[in-house]
């Protein structure tokens, strides 16, 4: 109740601000772009809390918002719960290799679909977007049939090589390709003598930049978050990811969330720092083509 009504007192501010004090608009747009920034960043920032905390402390209440001193206790417990250097190996041997090889195939096969002209190409373009409305669920069966069937199963080629090159992949490199590559410059490259790899990696693959930082961040983020295909592939804990350990910390003879927490937040880290490196490319990559001139 309490919380209602502070966010009711705050939006009355606002109207009062935008409705009456000169630029009032701008100051209450960006008084609300700061406040959903809060809200979205909090959980990150109550996790590296929690991180510090003991388990008691975290199941407190009021609950802590303030860093604790239990950080060094928490990394003992975390490295004596799960060897975490060896999962964060796995997950980046799989997400590094998983992400390349999409954006290499992805962005061929996007760009083959947008520049050349062949029987059958929008037939076949159709056929792949088709295969986006299945759901995801129903491969999983047949998936785990054919890794068995080629004696994948227990490696990370089964993770790696069956979605190399998935079917939205293609559709957003053949989209950005479309209206951002000029057909024009290839042309006028082939007529200069270049092979049709060297226009591609020349020339093509520069343009392509906000779209490989796209792309390239999705599958980042569902390959390293991804548990469903980890657990159902990979039997020795030698070879197991992140969300599998992670998920081997809570047991029920009681779970140390501090430690969980702390490996948690060690677990976000790669995506927040992959986000920041690439936030540039990634917006760019999203908005392109929004407008036409």
Known sequence: MKLLLFIAVVAVV????ARFVPKGKTIALYAVLVIVA????????DMFVMSTRTTQEIFSFPPYLTFGGNLKTNFINMNDAIN???????SCIITFSYVALVLFFCSIAGYAFAVYNF????????????TMMIPATAGIIPWYIMMSKFHWVDTFRALIIPNCANAFGIYWMRQYCKNNVPVSLVEAARIDGCSEWTVFFRIVAPILLPAYASLGIMNFVNVWNDFMQPMMILKSPKLQTLPLMLRSMVSDRGTD???MMLASTCAVLPLLVAFLCASKYFMSGLTAGAVKE
């Open 38 to 45: 809060v809200v979205m960043l909090f959980p990150f920032y």
């Open 257 to 259: 969330y501090g430690a």
């Open 119 to 130: 029987p059958g190409r929008s037939v076949l373009f159709g056929i792949l977007l088709g």
């Open 14 to 17: 606002l109207f009062l601000i």
């Open 84 to 90: 975490f250097l060896r999962a964060f190996r796995n």
